[in-house]
């Protein structure tokens, strides 16, 4: 299929079930690139809030007429400037009104834009923009500026753009302007109207470069007007919705979702990390975009509040959560939902059947006494949450499905523009990634031979679709070793493939742990179930060539201290906690051989030998998390280098 057919032809594939969900959100079937959306937006939306920052000082609150004006007078202003059809513009900044209305106004102007976070490197940054070729900046700030002025003077930059209403410098010889001086321009000269294309280049986003210099991976407006007009099948919002941002706007997730809740006419609120958990409550949201470490952190604090509770209370909650458990699993093979159990047999399911009923009083009363009030730590009004950028965790998933919040989990890199699968409300198969997005197809091969394999056998995950990416910016090399002659592009991922063509992900091939015994081990899978533990925050397992697993552990040091005041053999809680000691490292063994011998599919080879206890998190500000808080593996494995060799000498 040609990546430049119109929606309307592909989606002639798609369910009954799909086809009915779509019909009631407005079409933009015929519309060849983005900026033609928010024009058409503003007709219908109007006076409905758009975005709104609350953390900003002031507060920030655009209506979808006020969007699109701003859109079109920062494209005006940047035309004005001299920005012609196709110029490079790099975009560095984060989160914020004015990084949508930049991202489109560029784009708007006929531009091309290559975007990237303000907190990244400084050398990663000038690469870019050379890279890129650009011939403007677009900064979040005066800061963002002056990391970048003293080497950007040897590129052809021609002006630079703060997004913030900071005074620019006048000492310079770049011409640098504010926001507020851009739209001034701009309402000063008038929009020419540029015609793209659905095949014309529409942005650049940058890989991490976490194996080697970053790669531009080229995204034309085919493929970001794919995800606009197939993500009707997943998500159907009413105007006025709330959806809150946390994840970085320029990161292709969480980017062509807010595309599609926006064309929908939802309203975006922004929020941190330091602020989501009253922000969830305050405005209660309908729908949140975010990847795992965000849900396993709301997780960790419903267990917290679980572990203040008075121990007969603390009993009560975890008989409900076991009957629940056993409830909501039943509920999945009555379904023909349990990814354990994809071939269950009439009887099977009958008898899944009649268990869950026996059980629905008792998580009935769950529901009444526990769960209604965890939901409030959500705000209560939570239509489906979406998850991506990383495997979910089993016990996060099931966890959420007893307390009755639905998450999505889906899938997609960067160069697929970037979900080519995502679980739906209809079909919500936990431990799976989804079902593919119309016109989408995936094909699991040998890694080896790259020979196709049957369904349910696993191995390399190859996709193909509209939304795959043109190639890698100015990389013919890489491109051509990304994306074969037939158009199947190579994930990395190894996967499988139900009979219902769902996609259930294993691991990362380049993240395969090969053992001296020749087994592969995939790591997140383990990872994910030793998480289940009060006790263990973060976890990596290393092991590399050599006869066991090891791992680096990051300790919950809240539950691991409330632990040693209840045990009265520990040391006195006033004394602080020796990592090393036999007991704590009795506890911490335990608790790994517990959850990995009780993961599904256990091999004895699963068995982490030895670990390590580390105090410092991995987190993006000591560089050993990426902006989506995904593990950089090789960077934790050289920071801890010695470490680990210790851990096998």
Known sequence: MSKTQTASSFLSNISEQEREALKRLVDYTKVESLPEVWPLASQRFGDVVALRSPHAKPEIVITYTQLAEQIQLFAAGLQALGVKLGDRISLISDNSPRWFIAD?????????????SSQAEKEELLFIIANSGSTAIVVEDLKTLKKLQDRIQDLPIQFAILLSDEAPP????????????????????????????????????????????????????????????????????????????????????????????????CTQIYTNLRSVKGDLRQFKPNYMVGVPRLWESIYEGVQKQFREQPAKKQRLINFLLGISDKYIKARRVAQGLDLNNLHASAIERLTAKIQAAALLPLHALGER????????????????????????????????????????????????????????????????????????????????????????????????????????????????KAIDAEGWFDSGDLG?????????????????????????IEPQPIEDACLRSPYIDQIMLVGQDQRSLGALIVPNVEALEKWAQNDPATSSPSQKIDLESRMIQDLFRQELNREVQNRPGYRPDDRIGTFKLILEPFSIENGLMTQTLKVRRHVVTERYRDIIDGMFA
């Open 104 to 116: 489109q106004g560029i784009m708007t102007a006929g531009a091309v834009d290559a975007v990237r």
């Open 369 to 480: 006494l526990v769960y209604a009030k965890v939901r409030e730590a959500t705000g209560g009004h939570v239509k489906q949450m979406i998850s991506g950028g990383g495997a979910l965790p089993r016990h996060i998933d099931n966890f959420f499905e007893i307390i009755g919040v639905q998450i999505l989990q889906g899938y997609g890199l960067t160069e697929t523009s970037p979900v080519t699968h995502v679980r739906r409300p209809w079909r919500n198969l936990i431990g799976a990634s989804g079902l593919p997005l119309p016109a989408t197809e995936a094909k699991i091969v040998d890694p080896e031979t790259k020979a196709p394999l049957p369904i349910e056998k696993r191995g390399l995950v190859l996709l193909r679709g509209p939304q795959i990416m043109q190639g890698y910016y100015q990389n013919p090399e890489a491109t051509a």
């Open 496 to 520: 499988w493939l139900t009979p219902q063509d769902d996609l259930v992900l294993t691991g990362r091939a380049k993240d395969t742990i090969v053992l001296t015994n020749g087994e592969n």
């Open 170 to 265: 006048t000492d310079g010889t770049l011409k640098v302007l504010n926001f507020a001086q851009l739209i001034e321009i701009g309402k000063n000269h008038n929009f020419v109207p540029v015609k793209q294309n659905r095949d014309a280049l529409a942005t650049l986003i940058y890989t991490s470069g976490t194996t080697g210099r970053p790669k531009g991976v080229m995204l034309s407006y085919s493929n970001l007007m794919h995800q606009i007009t197939t993500f009707g099948t997943v998500l159907q919002p009413n105007a006025g919705d709330i959806v809150l941002s946390i994840l970085p706007s320029w990161h292709s997730y969480e980017r062509t979702v807010e595309y599609y809740l926006l064309s929908q006419g």
